[in-house]
């Protein structure tokens, strides 16, 4: 389907054209309609299938088309979990906006609090923002969100994943006008709490379900290699490095130590590249992911930081030096190429540590991933096997049946033991009386 053919703003229609955008992708199809009519959405689809433009698109057409329903109040509010996913929502958004009069402003945690007041009093009309920040300015009053029009939630399981629940209701009850409208994207519906979540924003939604957010993606080349130890893992990866054609890649890692010691080893293998992690200053997140997105060099090394958010379509290889604990953050992790239409090649290096994640991994996707070798470079460690389930042991052995009823006897009351000492041959043992006065009188009394 055509981007013409949704009925856009014409002043829509010639940014996306500027961009080089012409036909819609499946989510994006689907999507638009629905919430084109004015209509609350419920959305998933894999990640990299185009949903950004799916909703702001959609938002920009209402904005234009119809009449404010606040004079000072945001008209569209997109909530996104992380910094990341949120600079690149904002990037997007600004690009479509390039030449209207139309203001947006981006919200972050980790960033100065005074200088969002600011921009926040000039009534922006869209706003990207991370939840746990925005309620922040709800709670200081440097806005208001009664005459919010559109109330935009991506990677919805994302957020609740982080902790935003309470975020995500304390925002949609200040956005109470009764003709607010509500897009809900995450990447899967199969869970508990993001069908909750979606009962309390959504009012009778349209469900738009785009297979699953673990369905393969065909663009992406999924390859395993098995690896005996961490010298191993780094030969190989080093082969990888200098064999295949790369434009930019990203290798995942478990640890922060790991993506500075990776980092320093990639460099010296003669390419450039850069650590990201959580002990960086958001300054130097910013500078590294800004750096990344505009080629300054080939290769990043991060922890799952960089597994969402990041959309860069030179992005041609990913590799798991680690397997993620997570199985839904392979997915994630591996979507980072194969973007916009382009090919991409995920390499997953799987040692002894990673085995059960791997197996995880596959339950996960309903899938059994072929394994490859390097030559010069196989490995000797095949899988491990799991431990086969013991039999019950029915058969009890005579020797061994008189030493357990010993120790019962043993074990047994003293009393109740010498009754049972002196009973003959057909006489039963009575019960004992509730209260006892005396203590029984012996033979020789």
Not at 27 to 42: K, T, V, W
Not at 64 to 77: G, I, N, Q, T, W
Request: proline content about 4%; charged content about 30%; glycine content about 6%.
């Amino acid at each position: 389907m055509l981007f013409e053919d949704f009925g856009f703003d014409n002043r829509i229609l010639k940014s996306i054209g500027h961009l080089g955008f012409d036909e819609a992708t499946e989510i994006q199809a689907r999507a638009i309609p629905e919430a084109m009519a004015g209509r609350d959405l419920l959305a998933s689809s894999k990640t990299g299938s185009g949903k950004t433009l799916a909703y702001i698109l959609p938002a920009l057409h209402r904005v234009y088309k119809k009449k404010a329903l606040s004079r000072r109040d945001p008209r569209v509010v997109i909530l996104v979990p992380t910094r990341e996913l949120a600079k690149q929502v904002f990037g997007q958004l600004r690009l479509l906006l390039a030449g209207s009069r139309l203001t947006s402003v981006l919200i972050l945690g980790g960033e100065n609090f005074n200088d969002q007041h600011k921009s926040l009093q000039k009534d922006p009309h869209f706003i990207v923002a991370t939840p746990g920040r925005l309620v922040d300015h709800l709670k200081q009053r440097h806005l208001y969100l009664e005459g919010l029009e559109l109330l935009i939630l991506d990677e919805a399981d994302r957020m609740l994943d982080l902790g935003f629940a309470d975020a995500m209701r304390a925002i949609n009850n200040a956005a109470n006008h009764r003709q607010r409208q509500t897009l809900f994207f995450s990447a899967t519906l199969d869970n508990t709490d993001v069908n909750e979540m979606a009962s309390e924003l959504l009012k009778e939604p349209s469900r738009v379900a785009i297979g699953q957010g673990y369905d393969e993606h065909k663009d992406i080349q999924q390859h395993v290699l098995l690896c005996d130890h961490l010298d191993h893992k780094q030969a190989l990866l080093k082969h990888l490095l200098s064999e295949q054609s790369i434009k930019q890649a990203i290798i995942f890692t478990a640890t922060k130590a790991d993506t500075v010691r990776l980092a320093e080893l990639v460099a010296e293998w003669g390419m450039t590249t850069q650590a990201l992690n959580g002990d960086l200053s958001q300054s130097a997140r910013n500078k590294t992911m800004e750096s990344f997105a505009k080629g300054q060099f080939n290769v990043l090394v991060s922890t799952d930081l960089a597994s969402r958010g990041l959309d860069i379509a030179s992005v041609s290889h990913v590799f798991n030096f680690d397997l993620p604990k997570q199985a839904e953050e392979f997915v994630h992790r591996t979507g980072r190429t194969g973007r916009a239409g382009f090919k991409g090649d995920a390499y997953s290096l799987v040692g002894p540590k990673d085995w059960l994640s791997f197996k995880a991994i596959e339950a996960f996707l309903q899938k059994t991933f072929s394994l490859e070798s390097v030559e010069g470079l196989e490995a000797k460690f095949k899988g491990l096997v799991p431990p086969k389930p013991k039999k019950a042991n029915t058969a009890v052995k005579k020797d061994s049946k008189a030493p357990r009823k010993a120790s019962q006897k043993k074990k047994s009351s003293p009393v109740r033991k010498r009754f049972h000492e002196d009973r003959q041959d057909g006489f039963e043992a009575f019960k004992l009386p509730v209260k006892r006065t005396k203590s029984p009188v012996s033979d020789e009394e």
